[in-house]
C-alpha cells in the first residue's frame, strides 16, 4: 500500500467515522442487529467498521429504525415507515418512502450529493424482461432500496440499504 492510499484510507476513518460492527440476525429479514466478534492478539474483541463501510452500515441501521423511536437521538432513523401504514395509492406511499430516504440520507453530514434513490418491487424488469428473481420480489411484497450518492471525501458509493414491506 502506497503512501497515497494510506492517506486516502485515513482521511475516510476521520471524516467518515467508525463504529461497531453489527450484521443481521437473521440475514434476508432485516428485523434486527447483532454485535461482532472478531479474534484479536489478546483473545476476542469487538470488530469495527470505518470509512465507506461505516457511512453503508449507518444508513442501513437508519433505514429499519423508525424515526423518534431512539430516545438518545429522536431524530434518527427513517421517516418513510409511517407512510406504509397510511391507506393511499401506492404510488404515492413509494413517493413518500423515496421522500424519506432522500431526507435520512440529506440529515446524514457524510454524504455529500445524493445520485439516485431506486425502488425496486420487480414489477419492471430489465429491458421488459421478467426473470424468476423479478417474479419473487414481486410475490414477496418488498421494495428493495438501492442508492446511489458522494461523500464528503470524494467517494462515490452504491449501496443496498435493505428491504421494505411494499404495497
Known amino acids: 500500500m502506497d503512501r497515497t492510499e494510506r492517506e486516502r484510507q485515513a482521511a475516510q476513518r476521520r471524516y467518515l467515522g467508525w463504529g461497531l460492527a453489527f450484521e443481521p440476525t437473521m440475514p434476508g429479514v432485516d428485523l434486527a442487529r447483532d454485535i461482532v466478534f472478531d479474534d484479536g492478539p489478546d483473545g476476542r474483541v469487538l470488530a469495527l467498521v470505518a470509512g465507506t463501510d461505516n457511512v453503508a452500515q449507518s444508513l442501513a441501521v437508519a433505514l429499519t429504525t423508525l424515526r423518534g423511536s431512539n430516545v438518545f437521538d429522536a431524530t434518527f432513523g427513517f421517516d418513510g415507515l409511517n407512510a406504509l401504514a397510511e391507506q393511499i395509492e401506492p404510488n404515492l406511499i413509494r413517493e413518500q418512502?423515496?421522500?424519506?430516504?432522500?431526507?435520512?440520507?440529506?440529515?446524514?453530514?457524510?454524504?455529500?450529493?445524493?445520485?439516485?434513490?431506486?425502488?425496486?418491487?420487480?414489477?419492471?424488469?430489465?429491458?421488459?424482461?421478467?426473470?424468476?428473481?423479478?417474479?419473487?420480489?414481486?410475490?414477496?411484497?418488498?421494495?428493495?432500496?438501492?442508492v446511489q450518492f458522494e461523500t464528503i471525501t470524494d467517494d462515490r458509493l452504491s449501496v443496498h440499504l435493505g428491504e421494505l414491506p411494499s404495497v
Request: no cysteine; net charge positive; glycine share 8%.
Open 97 to 146: 418512502v423515496r421522500i424519506g430516504i432522500i431526507t435520512l440520507l440529506d440529515r446524514d453530514p457524510r454524504v455529500r450529493k445524493i445520485v439516485d434513490v431506486n425502488l425496486d418491487d420487480g414489477r419492471l424488469g430489465a429491458n421488459g424482461t421478467d426473470d424468476a428473481a423479478k417474479a419473487a420480489l414481486r410475490a414477496s411484497r418488498t421494495l428493495q432500496v438501492q
